[in-house]
């Protein structure tokens, strides 16, 4: 089992990026992502397109896809977190076998900064306990107007 990095300085091919962005659409849970959002948060965090950059976690075995956590940076640290993390998906024939934790003591060892997540129900995986866990807490609600 090993943890890969990607960000603008190790890039993923056109072939990973989609690979990946099938793996998250397929093994998300709670409010679903489409795949064009998937898509353009990875592109995000790989400076494929503008923006401030992030990372793309990958843990994989052999030709596997274990895990993948997708984080953006927002460049807002002294009023909101310096990281959001816009996905983290486990696979779901590997969840609760200690991947959830393996993936995330890398990503928060490796982001610096705040991070934050959405957490959008009792039925993602993981959930809002696990992450609490973690010392994440909740500090509001959001609201939003979709045009």
Do not use: W
Request: hydrophobic share 35%; charged share 25%.
């Amino acid at each position: 089992m090993v943890i890969k990095t990607y960000d603008a300085y190790t890039r993923l091919s056109t072939m990973e990026a989609t690979r990946f962005t099938n793996f998250l659409f397929e093994h998300q849970e709670g409010k679903r992502a489409t795949e064009k959002a998937i898509r353009k948060a990875i592109q995000y965090s790989t400076k494929e397109i503008p923006g401030l950059g992030g990372y793309v976690f990958s843990m994989e075995d052999k030709d596997t896809i274990l895990a993948l956590a997708v984080v953006n940076k927002t460049g807002m640290g002294d009023y909101i977190p310096e990281n959001f993390m816009v996905f983290f998906v486990v696979h779901r024939d590997f969840r609760n076998q200690g991947i959830e934790e393996k993936l995330l003591d890398y990503t928060l060892q490796y982001c610096k900064g705040d991070v934050a997540i959405h957490i959008t129900g009792e039925n993602q995986c993981p959930n809002k306990q696990f992450f609490e866990e973690y010392g994440f807490a909740e500090t509001h609600t959001e609201m939003r107007l979709n045009r």
